[in-house]
């Protein structure tokens, strides 16, 4: 198969990125789901790495939230958003509204450019 074929049917926006963007899922979903379940242990032990174990997952969960996003994670702008308010529950947003990250990621960019444009900072007014 040819490398412009194989291309077409990736799922992932940027090959490079298929081992750690895969890597990141496996272990964010369950390693959050394990975290949330030593939580509820009753064993004082296993309340610290279950803390950071949590910690670390929702901090993983958020940059790939970041990345769908900007519809940088996936090939398709539907994978992307789905994935987005899948992994909405992991850094403890799954209320929030999927347009709002969206708009969000538009305006970083904007906020990124004004900063070239105009220098030093910039506040965006919503």
Known sequence: ???????KKAIWRDPKGRL????????????????????VE??????????????RTMVIGAYLVHECGHMTLFRSKKINARMAEILLW?????SAE??????EGILDHLEARLRVVFGGA???IS
Do not use: E, Q, W
């Not at 009753?42 to 790495?49: D, E, G, K, M, T």
């Not at 992991?90 to 799954?94: E, H, I, M, N, W």
């Not at 999927?98 to 708009?103: G, H, Q």
């Open 20 to 39: 750690p963007n895969t890597i990141a899922l496996i272990y964010a979903v369950p390693g959050h789901l394990l975290g949330l379940r030593l939580l």
């Open 1 to 7: 198969m040819s490398d412009a074929v194989t291309a």
């Open 90 to 94: 992991l850094p403890g947003g799954a």
């Open 98 to 103: 999927k347009c709002r990250i969206f708009i």
């Open 122 to 124: 910039c506040h965006v």
């Open 42 to 55: 009753s064993s004082a032990l296993l309340v610290i790495p279950a803390l950071l174990l949590t910690a």
